[in-house]
């Protein structure tokens, strides 16, 4: 093995060897596993979240094949309508042209032009990842097989009158022209006005206040509302006050929708333009009037002086004619949510606009029925609460874009505007005799999300009847985060369960997000964005700046992110290789809803790498063509039965983890086992075995250390593959194992015949005796390297066959010049102490401590600690630090307070001791 561990040198040709073996794809024996990884978008690059959740997804598919399940994980990529439109409308905007230019078809080929050049970038960086996904069955969500199941259910669902079209609001960006899903909305608190306008009655004897965030979009209202059990407007309902620059009489509405604490408990009421507003009309029946053309602004509906504006000047206008009319009463600063186009960046209008839609009630009620009983399960439980709570309130659900990327609706128009839905226009014309009609398709597409709730099944071979499918599906687990329970998850389970009669995966694993240390979501405009293929392969400092401050939606806010990250990685990222990140990975997949990533937990999980790294060189070096047991008799000591022992444990514990769903416990257990048990102790009470044992000890150990370590490596691997797979190919052959990867390999299970309880006691005590002097050392400021006596008092005789047993363990490690047990009326020397149950482990003082230089050494530190204790003391008694500092701020001083006080008692006991010397 090299003398390093350098993770470029052998995880590109690892991944290689596994892909070209065809490793990834499914055994054709034992029961079916099977994940879909949820699609990435083509255009995409791979970010933490992608990362996080790949990693526990590969971690998931890696044990579940070792486990000798027929497992397959299905890859594939979204077409992601409007991301990828963008990317091509941008390029083609370089160019002085727009796609209006082109014209549909000739841009269709040029957006499939950009996906064979530019589509793969997210599927290489997979690989990079360890990603054991089955490449050769990659889907995606344009391709003609999903197509074709696209098509069909769009069929079906009208043929079962659960899709319709109709005239309903949409969320509408008027900068794309499209509707778009609540998941492209975000929302943010901006800072507004409340502008309160009066509405004289139609008769003239009265007037109601109104108020409103949108004023301009009272040039649409058809009624004020009132709550009907308001006593300070009960007479007025039925009455009709005249709109203000309209002149437009519209109804006062009873309706229990009003709040009549809020403002003057009098709503004006724009079914055209506020969803809730919409179902009041909806209640009363009145008129929708769409004042808005589909780029925001004003149309032919609203009085002429305002037609044609920009939404935000028409605002102004109406305020300023309201306010010469005497019809302002009042104008509040306001902050408010202001929901904003995640591509565009524009605000978001409630449109009134034809659409198709789907019927979602019928298709919710089996889907909330199929987690009731236990069909499909939730990890963690809790989360069922989000799914029944969305899915009990649901509505039906748009699924028209106005854009040209994506699957085209299969419905055709007559000159008479007749709509017709068919799997193709040849069946549409068969079908209802229209011979040589005049047809027109319909212009729009598909949401991705409709494709994406196919996406278990139509990657299988629906509507074919696959030997996939039949194998594959129920799929065994979905992972996901919980943003997107709704539009994702809940969507596959109804669609799952309309067209296949199942659910479509047995259990969900709902993940948390992955924020930076502070707890803040990544986010470019943050700038707390991290690659995980930077942490991977390193970069500099100049290249982390230029990427993060490039391509910025906000550029302004590019020098603070400059700065920020010239303090946070003045040195750049140095390289650390998949293995740790993907470990650090697993060791963050709690049950809590955020995952909170620390660059620091990487770099010691590069060291744990290092760690096995130079444990399997020691192992080699001891045991290739060495004689591991074939040889003749062996002979395994306490220390070896003791580390099987407590290997058969973490097993335990690791596949109890794994079925829980707990890559954190699995991570901790591996790691503690391996740092702590097999390196830090085992290798070195291997030490005497190989130096001064017997020819059957010597084997025996050998044995141990080689079977120990190839056992360890399948345990690990599905977390960190790549290491493990580099050291396995030079391990297995010493341990007698044969086979082409470790991925092939069968899982480790436990043997209860491992299990040693006199070995694992046995050990313990001699690992306490040793951590007593070492502990003493350390107080005791006496080198590491300089042979100690040692005196043991209130020695039981288990003690003392112990000490009998295992004397050259205990003074080999902890480099013991000499050790006795003490008569029971024996007196000690003055001593530092350690304990070890109940028996008293002691280093006599003399000798060993220039007395003269350790006072002073001791004083030194004193000094030091009393200056630590005054400057907090005063800090914390600082009124003004208490009340303004952050809690984590003030909680961190007082601990270290603490921290210094007990620092200066142990000092304060060391020179007494060294006093009384």
């Given at each position: ?39 990435p978008n083509v255009t995409g690059t791979l970010h933490m979240g ?699 299970t436990p043997l209860a015949e491992r299990r040693d309880e006199t ?159």
């Amino acid at each position: 093995m090299e003398k390093t561990y350098d993770p470029s040198a052998i995880e590109s040709r690892l991944y290689e060897l596994w892909e070209q073996g065809g490793h990834f794809a499914p055994s054709g024996e034992g029961s079916p596993y099977c994940i879909m990884i949820p699609p990435p978008n083509v255009t995409g690059t791979l970010h933490m979240g992608h990362a996080f959740q790949d990693t526990v997804m590969d971690a998931l598919v890696r044990y579940h094949r070792m486990e000798g399940h027929n497992t397959l994980w299905q890859p594939g990529t979204d077409h992601a309508g409007i991301a990828t439109q963008m990317v091509v409308e941008r390029q083609l905007e370089a160019e002085g042209l727009s796609r209006h230019d082109l014209g549909r078809e000739p841009f269709l080929e040029r957006v499939w032009q950009w996906k064979a050049e530019s589509g793969g970038t997210i599927q290489n960086q997979l690989r990079r990842m360890g990603a054991s996904v089955d490449w050769s069955r990659e889907r995606f969500t344009m391709d003609e097989g999903l197509s074709e199941a696209v098509t069909e259910v769009f069929v079906r669902l009208y043929e079962e009158d659960l899709l319709y079209r109709g005239e309903r609001l949409v969320n509408w960006d008027p900068v794309l022209h499209t509707a778009v899903s609540d998941l492209e909305v975000v929302s943010a608190e901006e800072q507004g006005h409340i502008w309160h306008m009066v509405y004289p009655l139609a008769d003239g004897s009265d007037s109601v206040v109104v108020a409103t965030t949108r004023p301009e979009t009272m040039l649409g209202d058809t009624a004020v509302a009132v709550n009907p059990e308001d006593e300070r407007y009960t007479h007025l309902i039925g009455k009709s006050v005249r709109l203000p620059l309209v002149g437009r009489e519209i109804p006062i509405i009873g309706d229990d929708y009003v709040d009549p604490s809020f403002g003057s408990g009098c709503l004006k009421i724009t079914p055209a333009h506020d969803f809730n507003d919409f179902a009041v009309g909806e209640r009363h029946g009145l008129a929708r009037i769409n004042v808005l053309t589909e780029d925001a602004r004003i149309n032919d509906n609203a009085p002429e002086r305002y037609q044609g504006l920009d939404r935000y000047e028409a605002r102004e206008r109406v305020v300023e004619d309201l306010r010469a009319e005497g019809l302002l009463q009042q104008v509040e600063d306001h902050k408010l949510m202001v929901p904003r186009g995640d591509r565009s960046g524009a605000v978001i209008e409630p449109y009134l606009t034809w659409q198709w839609f789907v019927r979602a009630e019928p298709l919710a009620r089996p889907a909330i029925q199929a987690v009731e009983d236990g069909r499909i399960r939730f990890i963690p439980g809790n989360w069922d609460k989000t799914y029944y709570e969305w899915l009990r309130n649901i509505e039906d659900w748009c699924i028209s874009r106005q854009i040209w990327w994506g699957h085209r609706i299969p419905a055709w128009y007559d000159e008479q505007g007749r709509v017709y839905v068919g799997r193709s226009e040849a069946e549409v014309r068969e079908r209802h005799g229209l011979g040589d009609a005049v047809l027109t398709r319909d212009e729009d597409v598909l949401d991705t999300w409709f494709s994406s709730a196919l996406w278990p099944f139509s990657t299988l071979g629906w509507p074919q009847e696959t030997e996939a499918l039949r194998t594959f599906y129920p799929t065994s687990v979905l992972v996901t985060g919980f943003d997107i329970i709704f539009f994702w998850v809940a969507r596959m389970i109804m669609f799952g369960l309309h067209f296949m009669g199942d659910v479509p995966f047995r259990e969900v694993y709902i993940h948390g997000l992955v924020r930076d240390p502070e707890g803040q979501k990544m986010s470019k405009s943050k700038g707390n964005v991290l690659d995980p293929l930077d942490i991977v392969d390193g970069i500099d400092l100049e290249s982390l700046v230029a990427k993060r401050t490039a391509d910025m939606m906000q550029p302004q806010l590019a020098e603070r992110i400059e700065q920020m990250t010239r303090r946070h990685y003045p040195e750049g990222i140095k390289a650390h290789g998949t293995d740790a990140l993907r470990f650090t990975f697993a060791s963050l997949a709690t049950t809590g809803r955020d995952v909170v990533f620390d660059l620091g937990r990487v770099e010691g999980y590069r060291n744990f790498c290092n760690k096995l790294w130079n444990a399997a060189r020691y192992v080699l070096m001891n045991t290739e063509g060495a004689d591991c047991g074939s040889g003749g008799p062996l002979e395994l000591g306490a220390a070896e039965r003791w580390i099987r022992s407590r290997l058969d444990r973490t097993v335990a514990e690791v596949r109890q983890a794994f079925a829980d769903y707990r890559l954190d416990q699995a991570a901790q257990a591996i790691y503690e086992f391996t740092w702590d048990e097999y390196c830090d102790w085992y290798l070195e009470l291997s030490k005497p075995a190989l130096r001064e044992g017997t020819e059957a000890q010597a084997r025996g150990t050998r044995q141990t250390l080689i079977q120990v370590l190839e056992e360890l490596l399948r345990l690990t691997h599905p977390l960190m593959p790549f290491i493990t797979e580099a050291i396995w190919q030079r391990v297995a052959p010493v341990a007698g194992v044969t086979g082409e990867t470790i991925m092939r390999q069968p899982y480790p299970t436990p043997l209860a015949e491992r299990r040693d309880e006199t070995a694992e006691a046995e050990i313990d005590w001699v690992q306490r005796v040793i951590l007593g002097v070492r502990r003493i050392r350390g107080e005791m400021d006496i080198s590491p390297s300089r042979p100690v006596p040692v005196l043991l008092r209130h020695a039981g005789e288990r003690d003392r066959a112990r000490l009998a047993e295992h004397e050259g363990f205990v003074t080999t490690l902890a480099r013991l010049e000499s050790i006795r047990v003490l008569e029971a009326d024996e007196q000690p020397p003055e001593s530092a102490l350690a304990l070890a149950g109940e028996m008293e482990v002691l280093v006599p003082m003399a000798g060993l401590v220039d007395k003269d230089a350790e006072l002073a050494r001791l004083a030194k530190e004193r000094a030091r600690l009393e200056g630590e204790i005054e400057r907090a003391e005063k800090k914390l008694g600082n009124e003004s630090f208490v009340a303004k500092a952050p809690a984590e701020v003030v909680d961190k001083e007082r601990a270290k307070l603490t921290e210094a006080q007990q620092a200066l008692e142990k000092v304060a006991e060391q020179e007494r001791r060294v006093e009384a010397l």
